[in-house]
């Protein structure tokens, strides 16, 4: 008995892909940073470098729009889209798994250093050292020291 799998036909996005929202956004930020760019470089305005900066700062955010439309439409095939967590490929399985030995062996040992390295606190006696000004009515000028039990 052999099963029939069908395929669904890959769709093809004509023009800007994917993710038009993020292209014209991109765009339009573009448009208005040079815009205010150019106000900036020829409207003879006193304040001309605010507006060169902005169209600056406007077009470096449109970067953000950029990415978003550029990752939006990068395609990958089904295959390459399993987890780790229960859709381990049984090729990868053995070198994956070292690695994660080795990766929480690491993490463990920095982990457990700070634990032990820091010092027990109860029940110990401090002893507090304070200094007092001459303004204060205090007879002594130099130090007081007082045990303070924690």
């Known amino acids: ?9 890959e769709r093809s996005y004509g023009g800007v892909g994917r993710c038009k929202c993020s292209f014209w956004l991109a765009v339009v930020h573009d448009v208005v940073g040079v815009v205010i760019m150019m106000v900036g470089v020829f409207g003879g305005l006193v ?35 399993e987890d780790d967590v229960g859709l381990i490929k049984l090729r990868e399985r053995g070198l994956g798994r070292a690695a994660r030995r080795v990766s929480d062996r690491f ?43 924690v």
Request: charged share 15%; proline share 5%.
């Open 1 to 9: 008995m052999s099963t029939f799998v069908q395929e669904e036909p």
């Open 107 to 149: 993490t463990s040992r920095i982990r457990n250093s700070f634990r032990k390295n820091r010092p027990a606190i109860s029940g110990a006696e401090v002893s507090l050292s304070t200094i007092y000004d001459s303004a204060m009515a205090s007879s002594s000028k130099g130090l007081a020291r007082d045990a303070l039990a």
């Open 47 to 81: 304040i001309h470098d605010l507006f060169i900066y902005g169209g600056g700062i406007v077009i470096f955010l449109s970067l953000i729009w950029w990415v978003f439309w550029y990752s939006g439409n990068i395609d990958v095939p089904p295959e390459q889209l």
